[in-house]
């Protein structure tokens, strides 16, 4: 290949790395959630007995600190008190550990590879029911105080009031009185993507969060009413979250008051179980497409004090959750016969489709890669370059190689973790991008001296890149299909997005100068006769 051959390569797989990544990049929020209808949804309706009615708590709190992960909640007086009415649990939220889909999954128990809620973008309300609406529905006032309007967007009608109060409120000394509340305080998430869980500023909000529920706390009387406590996710050491580390996607559940089993020591939770723990508490029914099948619902029966409640009353629930755990059961098995109707099993039977689809990916990617040493190889072969095959395929190796480095070096992570601020993350690809670019294109030329080779190396970086995204929705679908993927499949879009652009940019700098280099001999020539 000549130099002119190599240039046009390179300008035609810059403009495919640039048109498909940030095409796909630009449309994937708005393709991550399905709040119409979810993903196997098993909708079961429940009642309960007459003559097995409880009496309910006084008043009952749900409080949902923005941000606060496991390990800074246990630093937390308020959380000293809760276990000592009640028992306190280490709570797994799932992927994606973004707020508006865990605002989902504990409000209806239905995981957010179900829901459909998989990004804080989508507005529209959520086809799932939630504890709101069986209060609701069941007669009970029902007020939230937030920053935010999500949990009302999400479900609609579901609140008898909604205030959203600013940062600097009190969110606890304002709830409105009713029989369920909602509090959701948000400054802790906020320093967290400002400063990051290691600043003192984290702490110094955390250290706010307790003084004011403690405030809450001291108001209550425990033997009349509930308390629960819980958060949508944690934050890395620099802000941001998103992933399944432990500090970000663990959080503390505590149930204390009225009906709650007293225990000191720390279990565990799954963030589902929260939703029907406090249907079980008040007295409400389950709601009607909560989780259940490989569940963590035998935890009910650790969180409730028997002698709260009548025998027949827990004897009911026990009925209605084995009741969930049949129908549940009896849809799995038809949708996949060869699950046995295990949700387990139906979760390993999508993703090992989803691994098939990568195997064609990565078959794809081998292509690339030949294609990438052929024409290496012809141009050996013509005479027009040293050998730089296995120099090319090496460069692009270690190009992608310490660009996740570099990701994973300087942001903690290569997953939504790494998203401190939305601005801020797209400044520091781009910057990444171009930088690390053209670093790589200087060692390149330093080494090898040879324009097209380094042209054919660019293209086959971005033509990877283009391949990588494309792979990414016809693997998963369109519109994010079930299950939501790993942290870093499913961050990669937004990263490609401005990173493969970046070395478009730099890729179609490196053709100019190189485009320019014949008229500038040519002017040389002309100005010398």
Not at 87 to 109: D, E, H, L, N, W
Request: with cysteine; aromatic share 8%; charged share 20%.
């Amino acid at each position: 290949m000549h130099v002119r051959q190599c240039l046009v390569l390179l300008l035609v797989c810059s403009a495919l790395g640039l048109g498909v990544t940030l095409a796909l990049g630009v449309t994937y929020s708005d393709r991550l959630s399905s709040h119409a209808t979810g993903f196997f949804a098993v909708e079961v309706d429940d009642a309960i007995a007459a003559n097995a009615e409880p009496r309910r708590p006084r008043r009952s709190v749900l409080v949902v600190v923005d941000g606060l992960g496991h390990e800074a909640a246990r630093t937390m007086g308020a959380i000293a008190l809760l276990r000592e009415h009640g028992q306190c649990r280490k709570t797994a939220v799932g992927v994606p550990s973004m707020s508006r889909p865990v605002y989902a999954t504990i409000s209806t128990g239905l995981e957010q590879d179900r829901t459909g809620a998989r990004g804080n973008d989508d507005e529209s309300p959520l086809f799932a029911r939630s504890i709101w609406q069986q209060a609701r529905a069941a007669g009970l006032s029902v007020a939230a105080v937030s920053e935010l309007t999500w949990w009302q967007d999400l479900f609609p009608g579901a609140f008898t009031s909604y205030a959203v109060l600013g940062l600097e409120d009190d969110y606890f000394a304002a709830l409105p009185p009713a029989d369920l509340q909602l509090v959701h305080p948000l400054y802790v998430d906020e320093a967290g993507h400002e400063f990051g869980a290691a600043s003192p500023e984290y702490a110094e909000a955390v250290a706010r969060a307790d003084r004011e529920l403690g405030g809450l706390l001291r108001g209550l009387d425990f033997s009349q009413d509930l308390v629960v406590l819980t958060a949508d996710h944690g934050h890395s050491l620099r802000g941001g979250h998103g992933g399944d580390q432990d500090a970000i996607a663990n959080v503390m559940t505590c149930h204390a008051g009225f009906g709650v089993r007293r225990d000191p020591d720390y279990g565990h939770l799954r963030i589902t179980t929260v939703a029907p723990s406090l249907a079980l508490l008040l007295g409400l029914p389950f709601p009607n497409h909560m989780r259940a099948g490989d569940d963590d619902l035998d935890a009910l029966w650790a969180i409730v004090d028997p002698s709260a409640f009548p025998a027949a009353y827990l004897e009911d629930r026990r009925a209605a959750v084995e009741r969930f755990r049949r129908a549940n059961e009896d849809a799995v098995r038809a949708w996949l016969p060869a699950t046995g109707g295990s949700w387990d099993a139906f979760y390993d039977a999508y993703r090992q489709r989803h691994r098939s689809g990568a195997r064609v990916l990565v078959a794809a990617l081998a292509l690339v890669c030949l294609l990438h040493l052929y024409l290496h190889r012809r141009r050996e072969r013509q005479g027009e370059a040293r050998s730089a095959a296995l120099f090319g395929l090496g460069f692009v190796a270690v190009f992608g190689a310490v660009t996740y480095a570099l990701q994973v070096g300087l942001r903690g992570s290569f997953d939504l973790s790494s998203v401190a601020g939305r601005g801020e993350f797209i400044g520091f690809t781009l910057t990444l991008g171009v930088g690390w670019t053209a670093l790589a294109v200087l060692v390149h030329w330093l080494a090898r001296r040879d324009a097209c080779a380094l042209m054919l190396d660019l293209a086959a970086i971005l033509v990877i890149g283009s391949v990588l995204g494309a792979a990414h929705p016809l693997i998963l679908g369109w519109r994010l299909g079930f299950p939501v993927p790993s942290p870093t499949v499913y961050f990669f879009p937004y990263f490609a997005a401005l990173m493969i652009p970046a070395v478009a940019g730099v890729a179609v700098i490196v053709a100019a100068v190189v485009g320019l280099r014949p008229l500038r001999r040519r002017s040389d020539m002309i100005a010398r006769t």
